[in-house]
């Protein structure tokens, strides 16, 4: 049975949390910040926003959330943006750091280096933007490849988990076709 109006939950410890709500919103789901295992019960989905994700991590240690968000995230479609991609990976380099698992991809921090700290990009036909952002470099056979920039995936799905290298929450153009893609989902699982 679908849901005509899930809740989709952006984890707001750190980060571009509250850019959000106007995409969910426009389409037609309702918007949580979530920081605590009573709300992660609530969301029928989260949102991993872009931000700093060493910074997240521990804040995520400090409240003691690992295992309570490892528990939701396993039966609920999860959506990493940028630094919430790194969060999401089954592997971590430049520097190796702890992560969920919840994609079968290897990503690299910062990866565009200096020269490309930021940027705006079309993807779809709508701007985007890359800041600081990593490359996923190794991809699991399984995994679809959404998007592609500069000949690297930047935009991937495996079942319920998806993970964007770029931040599309910036535009003001409601909904980003990627929260739409990501809800439609969302009202798909229910
Ligand atoms: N460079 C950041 C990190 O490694 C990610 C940047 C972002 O989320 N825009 O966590």
Redesign the pocket.
């Known amino acids: 049975m679908s849901n005509p109006k899930p809740i989709i939950g952006v984890l707001a410890l750190q ?2 949390v509250e850019l959000h709500k106007a995409h969910i919103e426009a389409c037609g789901a309702e918007y949580l910040a979530v920081k605590t295992p009573a709300h992660f019960a609530q969301v029928d989905a989260f949102i991993l ?8 991590l521990k804040l995520i240690e400090r409240f003691n959330l690992w295992d309570s968000l490892a528990k939701e995230f396993s039966k609920k479609p999860v959506w990493g ?6 969060l999401m990976a089954s592997k971590v380099i430049s520097p190796a750091q702890k992560a969920f698992g919840l994609l079968p991809i290897t990503i690299e ?2 990866g565009y280096g200096r020269q490309l700290e930021s940027c705006h990009v079309q993807i779809l036909g709508y701007e985007v ?6 490359i996923i470099t190794e991809i699991s056979d399984d995994v679809e490849i959404l998007s592609q920039y500069d000949n690297k995936p930047v935009w991937v799905q495996l079942g319920n988990k998806i993970a964007s290298t770029f ?1 599309p929450e910036l535009n003001k153009q409601y909904p980003s076709p990627m929260h739409k893609y990501f809800v439609d989902l969302v009202r798909e699982n229910a």
């Open positions: 980060g571009a926003p872009g931000g700093e994700s060493t910074t997240m943006i940028c630094a919430g991609s790194i921090r910062n933007s890359f800041i600081r952002a990593p931040h």
